[in-house]
């Protein structure tokens, strides 16, 4: 069965850090993209960053950029984010996804609002995250 899954959230305190992996099962990441997204209660979905497996390129959202860092394993099996200096308006629940980066021929364009905003295929189920303050 073809699915993600996201592991490493918990309860941290301010100024902490944590790590959350997405593991593929059933394909490897090799030629997708991978978008790590948040959700926190009453809000929108937030799109957090945006990682292409084959261009090994990754774009941050204003709210991520110095502090939460993208980066993968060898076998392109898990995709993981590095969260550091967290505060509680982090807390959420966290989410993957990836998307392939070639649909029927055509490379899809790269970024937060493009393949990462309407070309994920796969979601994760997701892991909260809480800080307290």
């Known amino acids: 069965e073809v699915q993600l899954v996201e592991s490493g959230g918990g309860l941290v305190q301010a100024g902490g850090s944590l790590t959350l992996s997405c593991a593929a099962h059933?394909?490897?990441?090799?030629?997708?993209?991978v978008g790590w997204f948040r959700q926190a209660p009453g809000k929108e979905r937030e799109g957090l960053s945006c990682?292409?497996?084959?261009?090994?390129?990754?774009e941050y959202a204003d709210s991520a950029k110095g502090r939460f860092t993208v980066s993968t394993d060898n076998a392109k099996k898990k995709v993981y984010l590095q969260m550091n200096n967290l505060k509680p308006e982090d807390t959420a629940v966290y989410f993957c996804?990836?998307?392939?980066?070639?649909?029927?021929?055509?490379?899809?364009?790269?970024?937060?609002?493009?393949?990462?905003?309407?070309?994920?295929?796969?979601w994760g189920k997701g892991t909260p995250v809480t800080v307290s303050s």
């Open positions: 996804a990836a998307g392939a980066e070639v649909v029927e021929g055509t490379r899809l364009k790269f970024g937060l609002n493009y393949i990462c905003y309407y070309g994920m295929d796969y």
């Open positions: 059933g394909f490897t990441l090799d030629g997708y993209t």
């Open positions: 990682f292409s497996s084959s261009e090994g390129s990754t």
